[in-house]
């Protein structure tokens, strides 16, 4: 067979060399593969535990907001939210209204329905409003 000629078509054009290429193009041998890379290469954070000082800090913190919170304080809370798919997670900064703090759950509710575990939360900020607060 090494030495036959190569048969040629009388009836069909030679097909180019491009489009010869692109019918093999969507064949994925390995699929989900570019998917699992992906994933492997987005970072996540680690959660920072805090020493007994800053838990202190962020209980005086909410104390004060469970004494105004009929003021609804505008605050900016930094917390750790974990990753849904791998070790890790990131920090979020939400600034907005605290609705209530939910002891039963340990958690913040914020206005807009956002709910944040304490255990998460590693800053709180408050807002100045026009009485200086």
């Known amino acids: 067979m ?6 040629v078509s009388k009836v069909h054009p030679q097909m180019p060399m491009a489009e010869r290429a692109a019918q093999f193009s969507p064949f994925a041998a390995l699929t989900g593969y570019g998917d699992a890379v992906k994933e492997t290469a987005r970072l996540t954070d680690e959660k920072i535990e805090l020493d007994e000082d800053a838990k202190e800090i962020l209980d005086e913190k909410l104390k004060q907001i ?28 939400i600034t907005g209204c605290i609705k209530k703090i ?8 914020m206005q807009d329905k956002t709910e944040i575990s304490i255990k998460d939360i590693i800053e709180i900020i408050w ?4 009485d200086g607060y």
């Open 102 to 109: 939910d002891d039963r759950k340990m958690s913040v509710v």
């Open 66 to 93: 469970r004494e105004q919170i009929e003021e609804h304080p505008e605050i900016e809370i930094t917390y750790f939210q974990p990753d849904e798919r791998k070790k890790g997670g990131s920090y979020i900064s």
């Open 2 to 7: 090494i030495n036959l000629p190569h048969p």
């Open 127 to 130: 807002k100045k409003n026009d």
